[in-house]
């Protein structure tokens, strides 16, 4: 059947997206600035930051005031006891922003939410401001689960997500991966400055340092892999909590000059840092869902290393290496046979690079927008293949 689509106005809804990176962040602006570039009108709502400063010539942005002595990762500081304030806060300061565009006429045909805060308001709201709405699982929670299935639409970033959905929820949502931009991310291009004489292996890992990231484990495999070939060069790249606690187990272990830890760097940096290695570690612990830093490792060719409690991992199929969470010893072992084996190297690279091609934006974005353009328009989602 053919089917047109329409321009429409969409709002996403988020709460961290102007002031923090990360995965979901990241996908949020791709999708976002992709879908503007399509035509659309496209708005955000989230909390006042610099991070969507380079986007607000093609967005419309729509800032709230950050909560006063809330720490910037305070949505992964689980212990803190504030959290439930810091949250209602940004509840009710995005429901009076979305109330006042309602009465300046601003009306939206569609709102994206990707986190359980945002849909529950949308749930009790959307009859009131005469909107539809969708939620984008970015990983998975019961909670969330639960939550989302009262969207008009449910998209998920992989089938094992989509899956959980359906055996305890009884719905399923339509699973459209997160996209590459292979025009940023590819082989060729500018790398870092590294100095090669001394450090002939350079092992990445880009991630925010919370204790969920596990890179505990991945700092015990480079003391095994630097105590046999001390040629190695570990680049944890990311910013939060856990960095002291991470400087001083390296310390420990004697690895100064082996494993650095880079902090935060802008999105526009981060190409470089990929090219400029040779395998692409990940020992975070996750139940087959989808890692983006991984799918941005396979398309700017590096050898991806990745753990998983189930033994598999979707959106990397046989085009990587995986492995069991907790074992710095065969972490270790499997960039040792990486670095040494030039021919599974170049294997796990072609590989890697074919794989990439599914995750290309450009045909992802089209999918997206049919998903996006079938909630305003009250389409059934079957009708277009999504």
Partial sequence: MFWKVGKIRILFLNRWVGCHIGGTETHIKELASRLAKRGHEVHILTTQGDELKKYEGLIKVWYVSKNRGEPLYSRSMSHDSRLPF????????ALAKLLYLRLKGVKYDVISTHYALEAAMLRYLRLFLHVRYL???EGYTDLEAKIAKHANLQVSISKAIADKCHEKYNYRPVVLPVGIDRTRFKPDGTKIPLNRSVYKWVVLSVCRLDPKKNLSTLVEAARIVCSRDPSFLFLLVGKGREKEKLEKLAEKHGLHGNVVLTGGISDDELPAYYRSADIFAS????????LITAIEAMTSGLAVIVTSPTGTFEAIG?????ISPNRPDVVAKKILEIAYDNELRGKLVEKSLKKAEE??????????EKAYVSVAQKKNKHLYGL
């Fill in 86 to 93: 810091y949250a209602l806060m940004f509840t009710l300061k």
């Fill in 135 to 137: 939620f984008v699982f």
């Fill in 318 to 322: 046989d085009s990587g290496i995986v």
């Fill in 359 to 368: 995750y290309d934006w450009e045909l992802l974005i089209r999918k997206y």
């Fill in 283 to 290: 020992t975070e612990v996750t139940p087959d869902e989808f």
